[in-house]
């Protein structure tokens, strides 16, 4: 051993006793001195190391801690407490990944501890993963199942249909946490079931009546049930309250918009972008925004900024722009590029991550019709203003048997939506409800279903009356080809429903109880669609009642009636 003597009377590991006493104490210039002694004489002394990592954090030397913690872990890789800390010290940096692995080690040397299996499950959590969040709260309630916190936690994490049963045990452990009621609130309103939904949000709000997240909830709650008077009272309430959150304001755009007030409704809407849980980050283009100014002679890059749907149902704006006097360019998803070179007044498409041209202005279409002053009254509703390829349309009209030959009805059936969708479990029926179509003579289906919503189709023997079209459909250009060639399209809210619209064909839309802004309220026809009829839920999750309607009206069809919207 070499270096000077830490004490002439201690050995190194009396002194680091006495070095934790006086870190014990708080005198902890004394425990500096002494550690730094024995570090001297012995610079791989794993428990000095460790401890004067821990002293150096707390007198705000963090990246001294870590470090010395962290040689402290390689060299005695088998101590559950340097794991521990040194996953505290991560954490308190903000590196929330390292520290989850701290404490993985841990739990690999002592399975039992309870406070690192909660905490790994928080930071599972708040780095984005789902699974092994859970994974970890099951963990820390098997150890202990009374922890109304983690509970509530893993309630957050299950399908909606599993969290009501785990809510209820969270709310019995602590009946006074309104979380709990907001969290089953949140469930009941994924699952559909909007009376049970209103009634927690409720229940939330009795504990905090100033609860601006509760209130926020409790207000779209209410417009899913169409009670919009109400729904636009809570979103004030909560705007006030927040001192105007961006997401609460998003949220009241959305019922301004069922509601028909547009003008209103899309100005709110531009909140989106700073909105928590919008699903687009801004592009950070250096071109400023358009609002509207006077654009004559300028280039503009018009962009997709959300789904499919909303280009299709939007991209009519295009053409106001050109009249403008404005050189437009489109950015839209590969799959949409040749469908939307068809629309009037457009100079260029480019395909999303292909490099843009040279612009002036640009803006994204959803906020075209704010920039426009949008109305009822003033929606721009001329179709079609998209049309299909010449050449596509005949080469599928040699594709679709039947039909002409029989004097069937041909149909185009579309029963899903993108599962990745925040409503799609709400929105879409799935094939299974609307086999009853299938049944009435005189008309021919076709799947133009395509995504995992076709899988219903290997799960069951189809009638010989329908034809699946999806191997064969390349992308939307395919799709507005062979709507070209059909008599109606009966689709859920998804996108084969605007763009059967915005080809101005007949085309049924499937909606929900709580269906989305877009389809307004209490309508069975569409502002944005002339040719559209619209089929709702009388009560939510009620798709029984959607397929007898449309059955109905098909046979009617078949006998005759025509196909035109209802006045």
Same mark, same amino acid.
């Given at each position: 051993?070499?270096?000077?003597?830490?004490?002439?009377?201690?050995?190194?590991?009396?002194?680091?006793?006495?070095?934790?006493?006086?870190?014990?104490?708080?005198?902890?210039?004394?425990?500096?001195?002494?550690?730094?002694?024995?570090?001297?004489?012995?610079?791989?002394?794993?428990?000095?190391?460790?401890?004067?990592?821990?002293?150096?954090?707390?007198?705000?030397?963090?990246?001294?801690?870590?470090?010395?913690?962290?040689?402290?872990?390689?060299?005695?890789?088998?101590?559950?407490?340097?794991?521990?800390?040194?996953?505290?010290?991560?954490?308190? +940096?903000?590196?929330?990944?390292?520290?989850?692995?701290?404490?993985?080690?841990?739990?690999?040397?002592?399975?039992?501890?309870?406070?690192?299996?909660?905490?790994?499950?928080?930071?599972?959590?708040?780095?984005?993963?789902?699974?092994?969040?859970?994974?970890?709260?099951?963990?820390?309630?098997?150890?202990?199942?009374?922890?109304?916190?983690?509970?509530?936690?893993?309630?957050?994490?299950?399908?909606?249909?599993?969290?009501?049963?785990?809510?209820?045990?969270?709310?019995?452990?602590?009946?006074?946490?309104?979380?709990?009621?907001?969290?089953?609130?949140?469930?009941?309103?994924?699952?559909?079931?909007?009376?049970?939904?209103?009634?927690?949000?409720?229940?939330?709000?009795?504990?905090?009546?100033?609860?601006?997240?509760?209130?926020?909830?409790?207000?779209?709650?209410?417009?899913?049930?169409?009670?919009?008077?109400?729904?636009?009272?809570?979103?004030?309430?909560?705007?006030?309250?927040?001192?105007?959150?961006?997401?609460?304001?998003?949220?009241?755009?959305?019922?301004?918009?069922?509601?028909?007030?547009?003008?209103?409704?899309?100005?709110?809407?531009?909140?989106?972008?700073?909105?928590?849980?919008?699903?687009?980050?801004?592009?950070?283009?250096?071109?400023?925004?358009?609002?509207?100014?006077?654009?004559?002679?300028?280039?503009?890059?018009?962009?997709?900024?959300?789904?499919?749907?909303?280009?299709?149902?939007?991209?009519?704006?295009?053409?106001?722009?050109?009249?403008?006097?404005?050189?437009?360019?489109?950015?839209?998803?590969?799959?949409?590029?040749?469908?939307?070179?068809?629309?009037?007044?457009?100079?260029?498409?480019?395909?999303?991550?292909?490099?843009?041209?040279?612009?002036?202005? +640009?803006?994204?279409?959803?906020?075209?019709?704010?920039?426009?002053?949008?109305?009822?009254?003033?929606?721009?509703?001329?179709?079609?203003?998209?049309?299909?390829?010449?050449?596509?349309?005949?080469?599928?009209?040699?594709?679709?048997?039947?039909?002409?030959?029989?004097?069937?009805?041909?149909?185009?059936?579309?029963?899903?939506?993108?599962?990745?969708?925040?409503?799609?479990?709400?929105?879409?029926?799935?094939?299974?409800?609307?086999?009853?179509?299938?049944?009435?003579?005189?008309?021919?289906?076709?799947?133009? +279903?395509?995504?995992?919503?076709?899988?219903?189709?290997?799960?069951?023997?189809?009638?010989?009356?329908?034809?699946?079209?999806?191997?064969?459909?390349?992308?939307?250009?395919?799709?507005?080809?062979?709507?070209?060639?059909?008599?109606?399209?009966?689709?859920?809210?998804?996108?084969?429903?605007?763009?059967?619209?915005?080809?101005?064909?007949?085309?049924?839309?499937?909606?929900?109880?709580?269906?989305?802004?877009?389809?307004?309220?209490?309508?069975?026809?569409?502002?944005?669609?002339?040719?559209?009829?619209?089929?709702? +839920?009388?009560?939510?999750?009620?798709?029984?009642?959607?397929?007898?309607?449309?059955?109905?009206?098909?046979?009617?069809?078949?006998?005759?009636?025509?196909?035109?919207?209802?006045?």
């Amino acid at each position: 051993m070499t270096g000077p003597d830490p004490s002439p009377a201690l050995s190194p590991d009396q002194a680091l006793l006495a070095a934790l006493d006086h870190h014990l104490s708080g005198r902890t210039a004394e425990a500096a001195e002494l550690y730094a002694r024995i570090l001297a004489v012995v610079p791989d002394h794993a428990n000095a190391l460790h401890l004067s990592g821990v002293l150096a954090a707390q007198t705000g030397d963090a990246a001294g801690g870590v470090a010395r913690i962290a040689r402290a872990v390689a060299l005695a890789p088998d101590v559950a407490d340097y794991h521990g800390n040194l996953a505290k010290l991560f954490r308190a +940096q903000g590196r929330t990944g390292p520290a989850a692995a701290c404490l993985r080690r841990l739990l690999a040397l002592h399975p039992d501890a309870l406070e690192e299996a909660a905490t790994l499950g928080v930071l599972e959590q708040e780095a984005g993963h789902p699974t092994a969040a859970a994974a970890a709260f099951r963990r820390a309630l098997a150890l202990q199942p009374d922890l109304a916190e983690i509970t509530l936690r893993l309630a957050t994490l299950l399908p909606p249909d599993a969290v009501p049963a785990m809510v209820r045990r969270a709310a019995r452990l602590n009946p006074l946490d309104r979380r709990a009621w907001s969290v089953l609130g949140a469930a009941h309103r994924a699952l559909g079931r909007h009376e049970d939904a209103l009634a927690a949000f409720e229940a939330a709000l009795a504990l905090d009546p100033a609860d601006v997240a509760a209130l926020g909830t409790h207000a779209n709650a209410t417009k899913d049930l169409r009670r919009l008077d109400e729904s636009l009272a809570a979103h004030d309430r909560a705007d006030r309250l927040s001192g105007g959150d961006p997401t609460i304001r998003w949220n009241r755009a959305h019922a301004l918009l069922l509601a028909g007030r547009l003008e209103e409704g899309f100005a709110a809407h531009e909140a989106r972008w700073l909105a928590r849980g919008f699903p687009t980050a801004p592009r950070g283009l250096p071109q400023p925004l358009w609002h509207g100014e006077d654009i004559a002679g300028r280039t503009i890059l018009l962009y997709e900024e959300q789904g499919r749907g909303d280009v299709i149902q939007f991209v009519r704006y295009a053409p106001l722009v050109a009249s403008r006097g404005a050189r437009v360019v489109l950015e839209v998803g590969a799959d949409l590029v040749e469908l939307v070179r068809s629309v009037p007044g457009v100079d260029a498409v480019v395909a999303r991550g292909e490099p843009l041209p040279p612009m002036d202005v +640009q803006c994204p279409l959803l906020s075209l019709p704010h920039v426009f002053g949008t109305t009822l009254a003033s929606v721009p509703a001329t179709v079609p203003y998209l049309s299909a390829d010449p050449a596509r349309v005949a080469a599928w009209r040699g594709r679709l048997v039947g039909g002409d030959s029989k004097g069937e009805l041909k149909v185009g059936l579309v029963w899903a939506g993108n599962p990745a969708f925040a409503t799609d479990r709400e929105r879409s029926p799935g094939l299974a409800a609307l086999l009853p179509l299938l049944e009435v003579p005189g008309v021919r289906f076709y799947g133009l +279903q395509l995504g995992p919503g076709r899988d219903a189709l290997a799960e069951r023997a189809m009638p010989p009356a329908f034809t699946d079209l999806a191997p064969h459909i390349a992308d939307f250009t395919d799709t507005a080809a062979i709507m070209d060639n059909l008599d109606l399209v009966i689709s859920s809210c998804t996108a084969p429903a605007h763009l059967a619209g915005a080809l101005g064909r007949p085309v049924w839309g499937l909606l929900s109880f709580a269906a989305d802004w877009r389809w307004l309220a209490d309508r069975a026809d569409s502002p944005w669609y002339p040719t559209a009829r619209l089929f709702r +839920q009388p009560r939510p999750g009620d798709w029984a009642a959607v397929a007898a309607a449309v059955r109905a009206a098909l046979e009617e069809t078949v006998r005759g009636t025509a196909l035109s919207a209802p006045a």
